[in-house]
T-cell receptor
Framework: AQKITQTQPGMFVQEKEAVTLDCTYD???????LFWYKQPSSGEMIFLIY??????QNATEGRYSLNFQKARKSANLVISASQLGDSAMYFC????????????FGAGTTVTVRA | NAGVMQNPRHLVRRRGQEARLRCSPM?????VYWYRQLPEEGLKFMVY????????ESGMPKERFSAEFPKEGPSILRIQQVVRGDSAAYFC?????????????FGPGTRLTVL
């Protein structure tokens, strides 16, 4: 069974600094995808970034980058130059090819950006 | 191009009543997924549908819950005889046929409160 672990329930970061959100996963399938979503207080789920298990390079999308360490089964999200609008809950999710449409989500990490 | 639409955004029901949650996928998307988010938890997969077909409903409770995605109109998640434990946020996501295994685009969710 798939498992996503986010060990940081909450984090504080100073505006303009970088923050790293941890995510480890467990799967026996060699082909899988990893996702990060942002959920602000308004409740919607916003897709941030995707990393495929066979991708050679770490994914980047603007201020978001994914530190993908396949051997350690970790897919940490790095948010650079934090902004007040980054305050939200962040979820790591995984899809593997044995369940190629189901996303399995971690419990989430709350990020609070301080001015 | 409008995103995934869900309505209502908030729904209040008394125990024993029925709840109907609607999801209109993004234009051109023929795959719909429903997830449930209990308070302080990540999203849990419920059901995966394509037009007129239920592909996987392994995450749905066996009783009282049903889902459909007709040829015309939105996808409907129906909860009969609601109980307090059904109180949660219900998210719909959609993906395009040719990228069914990558991004899932989420709607804003429906927050169900059972009194």
């Amino acid at each position: 069974a798939q498992k996503i672990t986010q060990t940081q329930p909450g984090m504080f970061v100073q505006e303009k600094e970088a923050v790293t959100l941890d995510c480890t996963y467990d799967t026996s399938d060699p082909s899988y995808g990893l996702f990060w979503y942002k959920q602000p207080s308004s409740g919607e789920m916003i897709f941030l970034i995707y990393q495929g298990s066979y991708d050679q390079q770490n994914a980047t999308e603007g201020r978001y980058s994914l530190n993908f360490q396949k051997a350690r089964k970790s897919a940490n999200l790095v948010i650079s130059a934090s902004q007040l609008g980054d305050s939200a809950m962040y979820f790591c999710a995984m899809r593997d090819d044995s369940n190629d449409y189901k996303l399995s989500f971690g419990a989430g990490t709350t990020v609070t950006v301080r001015a | 191009n409008a995103g995934v639409m869900q309505n209502p955004r908030h729904l209040v029901r008394r125990r024993g009543q029925e709840a109907r949650l609607r999801c209109s996928p993004m234009k051109g998307h023929s795959h719909v997924y429903w997830y449930r988010q209990l308070p302080e938890e990540g999203l849990k997969f419920m059901v995966y549908l394509q037009k007129e077909n239920i592909i996987d409903e392994s995450g749905m409770p066996k009783e009282r819950f049903s889902a459909e995605f007709p040829k015309e109109g939105p996808s409907i998640l129906r909860i009969q005889q609601v109980v307090r434990g059904d109180s949660a946020a219900y998210f719909c996501a959609s993906s395009p046929r040719d990228r069914a295994y990558n991004e899932q685009f989420f709607g804003p969710g429906t927050r169900l409160t059972v009194l």
